[in-house]
């Protein structure tokens, strides 16, 4: 059976001016295809472009237009080069959830309203974003700690939350830069399996951004970027639900 690509980008660049002489090129004509259901990290060293690949494929940015062949992406077969920032707007509230690696919690909100607050985003609110939001929290195991603030919880806590908030509109995307980057190995290995578990008991599909040679073996993919071009993309050598299994049962 042939995958369907989710994501394809051809020739993406993206060039930073950093001062009145001073440009950065961080992605340098790229082409990359995320199919459905993958699970993909893409590895790079610090300033490889891997996070300004990452925001692009999430609509976050734009590629460069112009010194160089006109970029492509598209996503579920809909080009996104030419949609206005609404429509790409819409697209990232309804179909896409983000996570980062400090976890970018509101620190006066309950978790239960951090969650919400995705909802709000797409246009959901009232007690349909409360009952959505409550559903997510227990998908991640923590329905009972709903009403505590992020202070009160521990760290793979709030990146549970974060990863519920990612999860609450059902997207068929979710991009994480650094998921694991401020938990410890026991915690990493708690958030390795519950994304797993997500992209083979739903489907969605999950590109993250990673330092971590672990967190790479979780996925079915490893995308390898150095010096704003991709140099290699690689199936994982490890099967990982197996694995991670493992792990959460020694930690």
Excluded: W
Aim: charged share 25%.
């Amino acid at each position: 059976m042939t995958a369907t690509a989710l994501l394809e980008g051809r020739n993406l660049r993206k060039t930073y001016r950093l001062g009145r002489r001073t440009t950065v090129e961080a992605l340098r004509g790229v082409d990359v295809r995320i199919d459905r259901g993958e699970m993909v990290a893409i590895m790079g060293p610090s300033g490889s472009g891997k996070s300004t690949l990452m925001h692009i494929l999430g609509l976050l940015h734009s590629p460069d237009a112009n010194h160089g062949p006109r970029p492509e992406l598209s996503f579920g077969g809909q080009d996104m080069v030419n949609l206005g920032e609404g429509e790409r707007t819409k697209i990232r509230a309804r179909e896409m959830g983000f996570v980062f690696q400090d976890f970018n919690l509101v620190p006066t909100l309950t978790a239960i309203e951090n969650v919400m607050l995705a909802c709000d985003y797409a246009g959901i609110r009232g007690a349909p974003a409360r009952a959505l939001a409550a559903e997510a929290l227990a998908l991640v195991d923590l329905a009972d700690r709903a009403d505590h603030r992020p202070a009160e919880l521990s760290g793979g806590e709030q990146q549970r939350v974060a990863i519920a908030r990612a999860l609450v509109n059902k997207p068929s995307l979710i991009l994480a830069d650094e998921p694991t980057g401020n938990l410890d190995s026991e915690r990493s290995a708690e958030v390795l399996g519950l994304l797993r578990r997500f992209n083979q008991e739903h489907g969605q599909t999950f590109i993250l951004v990673t330092h971590d040679p672990d967190v790479a073996a979780a996925c079915d993919r490893v995308i390898r970027v150095r010096d704003g071009r991709i140099r290699d993309q690689s199936l994982s050598a490890v099967p990982q639900p197996l694995d991670l299994e493992a792990r959460e049962a020694v930690a």
